[in-house]
């Protein structure tokens, strides 16, 4: 496994998403009206040369479809793309883990899965350490709790599709306990849609949490990234500005490198 380059002191990161599905990047609004947006090497290999710090893959529909995530994208990726791939969707045991680790991914994304059997956090990150495991927290808000406490989220598997009960909070508390090393935390409402993130989620999540916080869902300005890492996140992951190529990854380290501590790339802008 390649070793993971991690930014060093305060430096924030700044995270292309690519969604897998039938080996192709796709994204759509709330997990829905999925478009095309091509091969996912070729994609990632693009944001990599961009200056990007960090490449996630989701494979989104190998939960709903009970199966192990795809790994061949996985392998192709790693053999061209020198920065770290986190990759989720479809680990549900330590084996599913070290075989991604093994065909090059440097960090597991666990959701459903750690839902349903969250002792399997515990044992991932017993096996590989903590830095290799990522808790993808995808939230949902209640504002049926907004008169009495404020608002409230719900956390959602299978790709948005299953309510859980669980609170997003709580959850993501508990999933430090169990070893994650980091959480990945998406808005349902907010993604896609470009309109923003949810910021009190965002700030409420960071303000618990000792482990890094990257911020996804909403992206749609790069005051939007901005605001995101307000409210101490640590990262801010974005898919469709970058797919559209609204901003590429340079322009966006050019604009928050003014503000924050960012990883420099020369000649990454376009």
């Known amino acids: 496994m390649r070793a993971t380059i991690e930014p060093t002191g305060l430096t924030r990161r700044i995270i292309p998403c690519l969604d897998v599905a039938a080996g192709r990047v796709v994204k759509g609004v ?12 070729e994609a990632a290999a693009r ?3 961009e200056g990007a710090d960090e490449i996630v893959f989701l ?3 190998a939960a709903p479809e009970r199966r192990d995530t795809d790994l061949d994208w996985v392998r192709r990726t790693a053999e061209q793309v020198f920065i770290p791939l986190s ?26 899965a750690a839902v349903a059997e969250p002792e399997l956090l515990t044992r991932l990150a017993e096996r590989f350490g903590s830095q290799c495991v990522v808790l993808s927290v995808d939230a949902k808000r209640r504002e049926g709790d ?7 989220w719900e956390v959602v598997t299978h790709g948005g599709r299953t309510p ?21 935390l998406t808005s349902i409402d907010s993604d896609g849609t470009q309109a923003g993130y949810d910021l009190e989620l965002l700030r409420r999540a960071s303000a618990l949490s000792p482990v890094p916080v990257i911020a996804s869902g909403g992206a749609g300005t790069l005051e939007h990234l901005a605001d995101a890492l307000e409210t101490g996140a640590a990262a801010v992951l974005a898919a469709s500005i970058f797919h ?3 901003y590429s990854v340079g322009a966006v380290k050019e604009y928050l490198g003014r503000r924050y501590p960012i990883r420099i790339q020369t000649g990454a802008s376009r």
């Open 164 to 184: 859980t009960g669980l609170d997003a909070l709580e959850w993501i508390g508990e999933g430090i306990e169990r070893g994650a090393g980091e959480i990945l």
């Open 244 to 246: 559209q190529e609204t």
């Open 30 to 41: 709330q997990f829905k009206n999925l478009t095309d947006h091509g091969d996912p090497t």
């Open 59 to 61: 494979d989104i529909t």
């Open 87 to 112: 990759v989720g969707g479809g680990v549900r045991s330590v084996d599913d883990g070290r075989k991604l680790l093994l065909a090059g991914a440097d960090k597991l994304g666990i959701n459903t």
């Open 47 to 49: 944001y990599a040369a």
């Open 146 to 152: 907004a008169a009495a406490n404020g608002p409230g």
